[in-house]
Nanobody, 121 residues
């Protein structure tokens, strides 16, 4: 049974930082690319960042490039999202997602329940 559990969300001030983690279980983690996505209130799901199976490739949506960093530790079955220089528009429920084999980073097979990130002064 695939399980993805996010943690690390919370309240941050504009310009601040948060670090998200996603613990994966129930599948061979190193065989899958992983992504982070988010959903702001009243909006659809937005892909944020993706990382290849071995971590050699990372990609970001334009609005977070240079501020967010995705990484993974295959020994710990964990994917991370370091978020720096946060902006109010980053406020959303953040999900980690398992990417469908052969698909693009925004083609998700499974996702976790999410962790809330709120950026406000």
């Amino acid at each position: 049974q695939v399980q993805l559990v996010e943690s690390g969300g919370g309240l941050a001030q504009p310009g601040g930082s948060l670090s998200l983690s996603c613990d994966a279980s129930g599948f061979t983690f190193s065989n899958y690319a992983m992504s982070w996505a988010r959903q702001a209130p009243g909006k659809g799901l937005e892909w944020v960042s993706g990382i290849s199976k071995d971590g050699s490739e990372t990609m970001y949506t334009h609005s977070v490039r240079g501020r967010f960093t995705i990484s993974r530790d295959n020994a710990k079955n964990t994917v991370y999202l370091q978020m720096d220089n946060l902006k109010p528009e980053d406020t959303a429920l953040y999900f980690c997602a398992r990417v469908r084999p052969g698909g693009f980073y925004y083609n998700y097979e499974d996702r976790g329940p999410g962790t809330q990130v709120t950026v406000s002064a």
